[in-house]
């Protein structure tokens, strides 16, 4: 007989409640916000823990505020409303496209922005390469009682270490001059997984040619990141979507893919370059 485990769950209405209920679970807890990755953690193989912290009852969390230089998305927004209300914010297209095909229509209503950023070892999280081409930043709170922030990219690669004491509020989101774009390739055997990512957000300069340039990769490593050597390879370039391709082909060496039950690691790096190819014709639509 399977022996089940006794998960408590709370439910505070304020974030210095949260934060205080944290303090006293220690290491027994964890917050919760939609619940799509913890559902998953026994087909994982891994544990739940003792306490979850559910952010559900905090409303200051689950609003997109849009004002002339930023968007502040509350870490439990779910993706179908950051997909319903960045549509009247055409800078942020690419995003828009991420939390609106991400998934599929029932995870879309209670995955949340929050949830996608800080659940360990999600590598193809579709919001996360779109955050990043965004230079976004982040808010938490932490157990001591401050709020601090800090870029997207340091919040991902430090989150094992902040995770135990930071509560993650917000992320906000610049708003620029640029056009973006998303791409993913999705498999029936991977299910709701793309198996690779591209996101791009790009300046276009006043002759028509390319700015500045964000690339994000989602799905193919292990984690997150920007395509740095083709960003800085493809300023200047005039929008064509094959040439651009053969640049990402020339680079695509660079990334180790990760290996999977639904594809190889190697298949992962192959669709690469057609990827941002699709990307940048969507930019050219604009």
């Known amino acids: 007989m399977q022996n089940h485990q006794k998960t408590d769950l709370y439910q505070p ?12 679970l220690g290491s027994r807890g964890a917050v919760m916000a939609g619940g799509t990755w913890i559902m ?17 009852r ?8 849009v004002n002339d230089t ?4 509350g870490s439990g927004v779910t993706h179908a409303q950051l997909a319903r209300d960045l549509q009247a914010v055409p800078q942020l297209g690419g995003l828009m496209a991420a939390a609106g095909d991400s998934a599929n229509p029932a995870v879309r209503q209670a995955a949340t922005v929050g949830g996608n950023l800080c659940a ?9 390469p779109a955050l990043l081409c965004q230079d976004a930043e982040v808010e938490l709170e932490t157990l001591e009682g401050g709020r601090r922030r800090m870029g997207l990219a340091a919040f991902l690669k430090n989150w094992d270490t902040l995770r135990p004491t930071s509560l993650l509020l917000h992320v906000l989101v610049p708003r620029r ?12 055997k991977a299910g709701d997984y793309p198996v690779a990512i591209v996101s791009v957000s790009v300046e276009r300069r006043q002759d028509g040619s390319i700015g500045n340039a964000a690339v994000g990769i989602g799905s193919v490593e292990a984690a997150v ?62």
């Open 177 to 188: 001059h640029a056009i973006s774009a998303h791409a993913r390739l999705p498999l029936r």
């Open 225 to 286: 990141r920007r395509w740095s050597s083709l960003e800085e390879a493809i300023s200047g370039l005039p929008f064509n979507s094959p040439l651009i391709q053969q640049y990402a082909s020339d680079r695509a060496s660079e990334f180790v893919g990760r290996e999977g039950p639904e594809v190889p690691g190697w298949y992962r790096v192959h669709v690469l370059p057609a990827l941002v190819r699709r990307a940048f014709e969507k930019l050219q639509k604009h």
């Open 13 to 24: 209405e304020t974030i210095a409640h949260s934060l205080a209920i944290l303090a006293e």
């Open 70 to 73: 930023h968007v502040t998305i």
């Open 120 to 128: 360990v070892g999600f590598s193809a999280a579709d919001i996360v």
């Open 58 to 65: 905090i409303p200051e969390l689950h609003q997109v505020v």
């Open 40 to 56: 998953r953690a026994p087909l994982r193989n891994e544990a739940l823990a003792q306490a979850y912290v559910t952010i559900a």
